[in-house]
């Protein structure tokens, strides 16, 4: 099997940072894109940022200059570095990625079971 581990999440002050991090285990083949999505109070799950295994990134406009992606493609790792953080910014985060296991040919998206963030104002 496959598992998606986060770590990192907390309670910051509004203009304060956090890191979250990701780390995939298992029967793991590849993994193409990893990403975090959030989810906050009655609102939908909704894309935060996302990485390549080439690197390439794309960000949420939301998030765009404050938070940054990257991984480790040896250790199956992804992390995302959150500064200035808003209050707006509050919900639970969760760790995706595209993994192809070791005992198939097929790619299916995994998930984390989530980490909290909460900025306070």
């Known amino acids: 099997q496959v598992q998606l581990v986060e770590s990192g999440g907390g309670l910051v002050q509004a203009g304060g940072s956090l890191r979250l991090a990701c780390a995939a285990s298992?029967?793991?083949?590849?993994?193409?894109?990893m990403g975090w999505y959030r989810q906050a109070p009655g609102q939908r799950r909704e894309l935060v940022a996302r990485?390549?295994?080439?690197?390439?990134?794309n960000y949420a406009d939301s998030v765009k200059g404050r938070f940054t992606i990257s991984r480790d493609n040896a250790k199956n790792t992804a992390s995302l570095q959150m500064t200035s953080l808003k209050p707006e910014d509050t919900a639970v985060y969760y760790c995706?990625?595209?993994?192809?296991?070791?005992?198939?040919?097929?790619?299916?998206?995994?998930w984390g079971q989530g980490t909290q963030v909460t900025v306070s104002s």
């Open positions: 995706q990625a595209e993994i192809r296991p070791s005992y198939t040919v097929t790619y299916r998206d995994w």
């Open positions: 298992g029967n793991i083949g590849r993994i193409n894109t």
């Open positions: 990485i390549t295994s080439s690197g390439n990134t």
